[in-house]
């Protein structure tokens, strides 16, 4: 039988919480339980594609500690949960309209598409809901 | 006795180690044995309980001088 779905919404564009997210979304997915991450407000600035890591990668002595000491990277973890389990990543439609970004802008394969918070939270009833 | 593929993950933070070993019993076959070291202290609990919840099977763990050695068979 199927775990029940992981819905994880991240909102927050701090190291340290886009590093939870992805740990909690990456090893969900391995773990036979389908995670539909969905990415909004300033959370969406830190997959804009072309950045360096250093204007990625915000936040306090974890951030800091983590960038020191090598911890995977974020995107890399999204990207193993999307191959090796059930993981998908959507953009939030509003965040992307408020900023002019596209799906071309962000990360290359990370997002799946982009999806309004009605028809998310319509999904989300599916499952348990994480707000990051 | 089919030659045990061994993955290198020390030095990796968690979920490092983990990944890794999926990665590998992925392209396994059946009855295959990956060990892969690692100095996350979180493996040893960690990949023990992926290993229950997807239906492998766990061959051993065995403790080394700051990192553990874990046996991990591909069983589906």
């Known amino acids: 039988m199927s775990a029940e779905p992981l819905f994880i919404v991240l909102c927050s564009p701090e190291h340290e919480k886009v590093q939870m997210a992805a740990m909690l979304a990456s090893v969900a997915a391995v773990s036979d339980r389908p995670v539909h991450l969905f990415v909004s407000m300033n959370a969406l600035l830190v997959f804009r594609n072309g950045i360096s890591a250093n204007e990625r990668y915000q936040g306090g002595a974890m951030s800091k500690l983590m960038r020191e000491k090598k911890a995977p990277d974020p995107i890399t973890m999204l990207k193993q949960g999307k191959m090796l389990g059930q993981l998908t990543v959507n953009a939030c439609s509003m965040a992307l309209d408020v900023t002019g970004l596209g799906l071309d802008d962000l990360e290359a394969e990370v997002f799946d598409g982009q999806l309004g918070l009605t028809k998310y939270l319509a999904d989300a009833e599916a499952g348990e809901l994480l707000f990051i | ?76």
């Open chain 2, 1 to 76: 006795m089919a030659q045990r593929q061994v993955i290198d993950a020390r030095g990796a933070f968690c979920p490092g180690p983990l990944m890794e070993l999926i990665a590998a019993l992925k392209l396994a076959n059946v009855g295959e044995e990956i060990e892969v070291l690692s100095s996350d202290h979180g493996s040893i609990k960690d990949i023990p309980e992926w290993v229950k919840k997807v239906g492998h099977e766990m061959v051993g763990i065995d403790q080394k001088d700051g990192y553990a050695a874990i046996i991990v068979k591909k069983a589906k």
